[in-house]
């Protein structure tokens, strides 16, 4: 059934967690917006999310709060708070299908949004993402999951939210086995779905800087590491331990030459870069100038850009990892979830990683040596795998016209990967 309403153009609505300052999820926007642009720039786009004031000041291009407590904000107290929060649940059950009926198609665009890799409740996006497709099923609107990310949620209310909330969407894609695997194990039937690369390898390349410091840089990716949902009671140690390690890992790359560039993907993650910025003006302030880089992204883009001037990445935030990869660049994973491992095997560099809650500092040092030794070979294999991955987002992309837009174009399955 096509999108497209005779006499008008069709109505889309980018539905997700975007807005909020994670480049991730809005490297995922960045590539559905520029196929749309590029295939159908008859269509009529708006967003529905979690920061709209921020997209339409980044994007420009109307956005609406996808919950009325998001769009009414929190009372003056604890407990006035608690009471909107409260009736914005159920004032949402009115206020989506409103929202929702004037969109032909809401597509959810990549990102993890069937994932509890990190601390997630369940009455906060899970619900959300399952009251729009609920909605979008009342008013008559489809609705596309396109390359989502997805794990097996241990917590019962998360996975009745989480499985629901698929069922009723008209098309489904996954960025890898692994998450279409886990919507199985949740009890939905997966046999027609396909899996696709990330959306975030469609994006373009940045060039090479013309100009590169000589001094060989690291690419050191942090994040604000807390643990998942199961981890709650231990979520402070947790992400003091990682803070340890990681500050001890930047301090030795730089006694060893080294140059960083810190990057990062939410703004929370920011607390990290001033604990090794602070760190390393302690106990190497004559080193620290020359040697530490820190300038803020504001999207994916500007990230992969500074990650053009890096020799060798070593990132813990997925869409870290998956941009240094996108560039071929030689990459270590401190892996939080399985969905970095996957990245990392797809780009044949398995060996290259380590999980961040046994992070072993030395045995991170000793990956960073290694790589550096063998990053020529590695680099070639890593350009042939963004070749392949770009083409099958090409079928994907074909599929999604021919499905929704009635474009005709030629259509392919998903990729097994």
């Known amino acids: 059934m096509s999108a497209a309403v005779a006499g008008r153009p069709p109505r889309i609505a980018i539905f997700g967690l975007l807005g909020s300052g994670n480049l991730g999820n809005h490297g995922s926007l960045d590539a559905m917006l520029w196929f749309l642009r590029r295939d159908h720039p008859e269509a009529d786009i708006s967003c529905v999310c979690s920061g709209p004031e921020t997209l339409e000041r980044q994007y420009g291009i109307p956005a609406t709060a996808m919950t009325w407590f998001q769009a009414y904000g929190p009372g003056r107290s604890r407990v006035t708070t608690i009471a909107r929060k409260i009736f914005g649940k159920f004032a949402d059950l009115v206020r ?71 069922r009723m969407a008209t098309y489904r894609s996954y960025r890898d086995s692994y998450s279409r695997d886990a919507l199985r194990q949740m009890g939905l039937d997966t046999s027609n779905d396909a899996v696709y690369p990330d959306l975030a390898f469609a994006l373009p390349e940045p060039k090479e800087p013309e100009s590169r410091d000589p001094r060989r840089t690291i690419g050191l990716g942090v ?109 270590i994973s401190v892996s939080y979830a399985v969905k970095n491992d996957i990245l990392m095997e797809g780009m044949r560099l398995a060996e290259f990683r380590q999980p961040i809650k046994d992070l072993d500092v030395t045995r991170l040092m000793d990956q960073l040596r290694a790589l550096e030794a063998r990053a020529g070979g590695l680099e070639a294999v890593m350009r042939e795998k963004n070749a392949e991955y770009v083409e099958q987002l090409e079928q994907q992309f074909a599929v999604l016209s021919d499905r929704f837009f009635g474009a005709g174009r030629p259509v392919a399955t998903g990729s097994d990967q």
């Open 96 to 166: 989506m299908p409103l929202l929702l009926r004037r969109y032909d198609l809401i597509i959810v665009p990549g990102m993890g949004v069937l994932e509890t890799t990190l601390e997630l409740n369940p009455w906060g996006f899970p619900y959300a993402v399952f009251l729009m497709c609920l909605s979008a099923r009342i008013v008559g609107a489809q609705v596309a999951f396109v390359s989502i990310g997805a794990n097996f949620a241990r917590e019962r209310s998360i996975r009745y939210l989480f499985r629901n909330a698929a």
């Open 223 to 331: 994040m604000e590491y807390h643990g998942a949902s199961t981890d709650r009671s231990r979520s402070d140690e947790i992400y003091t331990e990682y803070v340890g390690k990681i500050v001890e890992f930047a301090r030795q790359v730089v006694d060893e030459g080294y140059r960083i560039r810190l990057v990062t993907g939410d703004p929370a993650d920011e607390a990290v870069v001033t604990a090794i910025s602070d760190d390393l003006r302690r106990t190497r302030p004559d080193l620290v100038d020359e040697r530490l880089v820190r300038e803020p992204a504001d999207s994916l883009g500007e990230l992969m850009e500074q990650l053009a001037g890096a020799d060798l990445v070593v990132a813990s935030r997925y869409h870290n990892v998956q941009s240094a990869l996108r560039l071929s660049k030689p990459t």
